[in-house]
């Protein structure tokens, strides 16, 4: 059998390519420090401030797992560990590696004579997998796709987001040294690593989804890790409107807004649904056009062929090879697009971003950090001051002005559901102030017994809007005008 042991003792701290897990209850040898065989160069997961292997069970995490369960995995654990080298189980695919664990461990059942269920055996068989193999105690939270966000506090509080709420959940790690080990195999296998040398770093599941892991001494109550699970299915505007995010009406505006190729800014708050909406706008951009779409992890997933995707590049260990997004727009412009999409405009490259919407990119989209459209528009100007632009506030503002036709607001309410609340347009400069003009709102009217917010949105009444005749070169006024008609509200 592959990878079979003749020795007993003290090898599951030989590295390798899989980090050797840590289990409950499995109490270390005591000869580990002097493992015979040379370590092979393998990300160590940091145990610097690790304690002591904790004498003592860990509390049950599951209601349907008790300390018995755990004691069996321990035992089992300590005896696969035994009969074979962990480390080589990294030269195999999942699929084998699984394979193997398992033939080992019906062995070692039948062995020692364990009296489990069948449904026992396969959670235990899948438990010890998640722990060797994958992101253990994440892997059920990772597997389900109703989950918007993981959030792990340390070893022993992990919160996820589902329908817009957030809940602690009953998954725990044994202690913060396997959070570490777990952290550090999921930055690994972007080619990063995590320590107390270089403890903030951001990567990505091999399933897309956006991963930030910040550890100790900077995270003080152990490593914290955030997971933006990736939705293979994104929303679609379809689907916004079934969730109430925004009427029919104000989706046909959006559509009409995505088509004639407006300039267009989704501002919101973290995890408001700006990555989603603007998502659902680029499906209306026409297929023969050539977009490029800068990132800083690629979460977009445009439907049309001609699309070139970038993404920036943080620095390497020695701090060089930074690529910004800074970089990714300025390189754009040399490559003939039409239109450019920026996930997140969050620095210098908005003055490059607004540049290149002045200079015929029309149709270009990003998203921003802001509360309201207008905040939106001082982000946009602080943080082409702050890139080091030292252009009077009025040229901003009017370089503003010419460039930026619609913002679009995302926001999570309190009762977690997420809502469009504006879709404003700017109109050009009065004196020193741009002036805006909102053509759809939501408005909260209250809320009901079970704390859901009431609200309806509206449009205000503007028959004709700024970019009516973009609309209108696209043959898209009539029903510009039969939305905004549509969603008029009599107070
Ligand atoms: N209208 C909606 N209704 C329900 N869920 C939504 C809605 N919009 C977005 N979501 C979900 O909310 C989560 C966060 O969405 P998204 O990534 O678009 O937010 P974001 O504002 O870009 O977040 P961040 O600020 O972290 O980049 C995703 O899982 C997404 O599927
Ligand atoms: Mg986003």
Known sequence: MFGRRGTTQGRAEQGGQIPAPVMPQAEPAPVAAAAPSPAPAAPEPVQKAAPPPPPAPEPAPAKEKNNEYYQTKAQIFNALVEAIDLSQLGRLDADEARDEIRDVINDIISLKNLVMSISEQEDLLEDICNDVLGYGPLEPLL??????????????????????????TNIKFRDNAQLMNICQRIVSQVGRRVDDSSPICDARLPDGSRVNVIAPPLSIDGPALTIRKFKKDKLTLDQLVRFGAITPEGAAVLQIIGRSRCNVLISGGTGSGKTTLLNCLTAYIESDERIITCEDSAELQLQQPHVVRLETRPPNIEGEGQITMTDLVKNCLRMRPERIIVGEVRGSEAFDLLQAMNTGHDGSMGTLHANTPREALSRLESMITMGGFSLPSRTLREMICSSIDVIVQASRLRDGSRRITHITEVLGMEGDVIITQDLFLYEMMGEDANDKIIGRHRSTGIGRPKFWDKARYYGEEARLAQALDDAAVAD
Not at 161 to 167: I, V
């Open 143 to 168: 597997a389900r796709d109703d989950i918007a966000d993981i959030m792990v506090n340390g070893a022993h509080t992990v919160y996820i987001e589902t329908l817009g709420k957030t809940n602690i």
